[in-house]
């Protein structure tokens, strides 16, 4: 059983910078694939980004990519999500999603999510 656990979450103006981490506990890490969702009021959970076990990396291409970086760390049983250029519209609860890299089916440990606010 795979525990993760978000942090770095807070309030900023549009155009600034927020770092999340998601420290996980519980499985062997560098065989997890990783992931960031995110949902913001009254709409439905949105991919954000994905690291593989092998570091492939993918992004929501029409939301996020330029602006935000996925990272991990497998020493450390972390990934991170650099975020930049903030938007408004950047507003949501963010949430770190694992699975297993032998799992054929979606992701299947979540953490308890982190708000992120972005002020106009």
């Known amino acids: 059983q795979v525990q993760l656990v978000e942090s770095g979450g807070g309030l900023v103006q549009a155009g600034g910078s927020l770092r999340l981490s998601c420290a996980a506990s519980?499985?062997?890490?560098?065989?997890?694939?990783l992931g960031w969702f995110r949902q913001a009021p009254g709409k439905e959970r949105e991919f954000v980004a994905a690291i593989g076990w092998r570091f492939g990396i993918q992004y929501n291409e029409d939301s996020v990519k330029g602006r935000f970086t996925i990272s991990r760390d497998n020493a450390k049983n972390v990934v991170n999500l650099l975020m930049n250029s903030l938007k408004p519209e950047d507003t949501a609860v963010y949430y770190c999603a694992a699975k297993a890299q032998w799992s054929t089916g979606g992701y299947e440990y979540w953490g308890q999510g982190t708000q992120v606010t972005v002020s106009s």
């Open positions: 519980g499985g062997t890490f560098s065989y997890y694939n």
